[in-house]
């Protein structure tokens, strides 16, 4: 075993001194997180409606659109986002387009995970039992009443760990992005390991921070959670 | 004929009867219906009958649950509606206060007609929802189970709907809705969230939450039948209090010992269609018909 050979590789002023480019990094990561949570959680409200609907139509449209989404991989949806896409409206549109990395990682990761979103929240709604929505219109409120004042809440309380934990899954995915070069983290980390040809401190120290960032959040999330679920809510 | 403007959904009446404008029509049952609930009207001074129910059918699908059924529920009338599953006692409630609309049959609640008006051709349209929500407050509903929401204080169940619907200011909402817990029994447990407390509990919540919208009618679809039988009775209580108040009630039920002693009339249901109709003493303990015999003889052993 040779301890002191590892002490020697394991070189934390070299992590230290990138401390800037890692920084921005992450930035990028949640950059992208952020944008691509936004437009999921949009496009997965708008497709569990559609999924809710009594009108066959809108419901196949929206069970088509989940199963492409939940059945195709995140990565192979981010390079074909990126490559694929731009060339496709090209030829059809007759216009040349070009989609900056961003804005194919926002896409992508956006309607990958509104597949998920849309899951959860059509679960959500559906847990209601029709006697509550059905005394809320016996007493003569309307459906948008009933809506916003009982079906609104009470669904709100019981997707949430999950939506949360679907975040989590999304803030995971944003490593990814690194694969169309987007300055994340990871990307990053390549390029300081190109030039610096350590790859064991500086790898390793990328995956620690990513591994820290998720348990941190993943704890709150379970935390919250079990408050919530001890108050008699979820 | 003086016909007053203010009589319900027939405003176009007034004008079948002037003058200068005579135009030859031909009155459909709708306006005899009509005009013959105006003149009682006119005669006895108030709205006797708060539920009439004329010819209701029911299809789901091609499957005919209500075949046809004739009631008549009068003010302070307390009517247990018995029958074996599957007989249509629950859409029939419902029927009343139309969470099924009813495939052809005619509902008047106090006279005036659910789900439908009578449009200027003497045609049957259906209702605006505006109206039909209208005409729900006066109708209250108490579930077989999960009638309270959860997220919620049990006060706050109480003042939603006057509050929302009604827009009565809160304080006021308060009161009356403090009144009504109490007459339920539940006063202590105002601001406690409906997971602490037990079935009967919640099942008399739910029975002061419709009263709180003061209905002419209150509906109640088996609302002991989900109950641990200790305590069934402290809602069959709750509901005895209620009759002996003259509350107008239309309750579906198993319970023949609360059928037998605290209402007025008891209508036995089989396969869509109103088997018998009478007093307890009649249909419980005399029936006529074969089947009430049998369902009797089975429920009272």
């Known amino acids: 075993m040779n301890l002191e050979n590892l002490t020697k590789i394991i070189d934390i002023p070299l992590f230290w001194e990138y401390r800037q480019t890692y920084i921005s990094g992450l930035i990028y990561n949640f950059y992208v997180f952020a944008l691509a949570g936004l437009l999921a959680v949009t496009a997965g409200c708008f497709i569990s409606l559609l999924r809710l609907s009594r009108n066959r139509i809108y419901r196949s449209i929206g069970t088509f659109y989940v199963e492409l989404f939940r059945n195709a991989p995140e990565y192979v949806l981010l390079v074909w986002m990126h490559y694929v896409f731009p060339l496709l409206l090209t030829v059809l549109l007759n216009h040349k387009f070009n989609f900056s990395p961003i804005l194919s990682a926002v896409l992508a990761l956006g309607m990958a995970y509104s597949g998920y979103f849309a899951e959860t929240f059509r679960a959500g709604i559906q847990a209601i039992p029709k006697t509550h929505i059905e005394s809320g219109w016996a007493l003569g409120m309307s459906k948008f009443l009933v809506m916003r004042r009982i079906i609104f809440p009470q669904a709100v309380r019981q997707m949430l760990p999950e939506t949360l934990n679907q975040f989590i899954s999304l803030f995971k995915a944003t490593t990814l992005v690194s694969l169309i070069s987007v300055p994340d983290l990871l990307y990053q980390v390549t390029i300081i390991t190109q030039q610096e040809m350590r790859p064991l401190p500086l790898y390793s120290s990328a995956a620690i921070i990513y591994f820290v960032l998720i348990f941190f959040f993943s704890t709150l999330v379970d935390m919250f959670s079990e408050k919530w679920r001890t108050r008699g809510m979820a | ?301």
């Open chain 2, 1 to 301: 004929m003086i016909v007053s403007r203010q009589y319900g959904p027939f405003p176009q009446g007034v004008r079948f009867f002037k003058n200068d404008n005579c135009r030859s029509l031909t009155l459909k049952r709708y306006h005899l219906v009509a005009i013959n609930q105006m003149a009682e009207k006119i005669s006895n001074n108030k709205v006797d009958v708060v539920v009439k129910i004329v010819n209701l059918h029911k299809y789901f699908g091609k499957l005919e649950v209500l075949k046809g059924i004739d009631l008549e529920v009068h003010q302070g009338d307390v009517v247990s509606v018995l029958g074996s599953s599957g007989s249509g006692k629950s859409t029939m409630l419902r029927c009343i206060n139309y969470l099924e609309q009813p495939t052809s049959g005619e509902i008047y609640i106090s006279g005036r007609p659910m789900g439908f008006r009578v449009d200027s051709k003497g045609r049957k349209v259906p209702d605006s929802h505006k109206s039909i929500n209208k005409l729900r407050q006066e109708i209250g509903m108490v579930f077989q189970q999960f009638n309270i929401w959860p997220h919620m204080t049990v006060l706050g169940n109480v003042i939603e709907a006057p509050v929302h619907v009604k827009k009565i200011p809160s304080q006021e909402a308060n009161e009356i809705a403090l009144a009504f817990l109490e007459k339920v029994n539940l006063i202590d447990k105002k601001d406690e969230f409906p997971v602490r407390l037990s079935g009967g509990q919640l099942q008399r919540v739910a029975i002061a939450r419709a009263l709180s919208m003061q209905p002419k009618v209150m509906l109640f679809d088996e609302p002991t039948s989900a109950l641990d039988p200790e305590l069934i009775g402290e809602v069959l209580e709750a509901m005895k209090q209620l009759a002996i108040d003259g509350t107008t009630m239309i309750v579906v039920t198993h319970e023949i010992g609360f059928a037998k002693e605290v209402s007025d009339r008891v209508v036995f249901l089989n396969n869509g269609l109103v088997e018998e109709e009478g007093t307890p003493n009649e249909v419980i303990l005399n029936p006529k018909s074969e089947r009430c015999r049998q369902f009797f003889s089975k429920m009272l052993h």
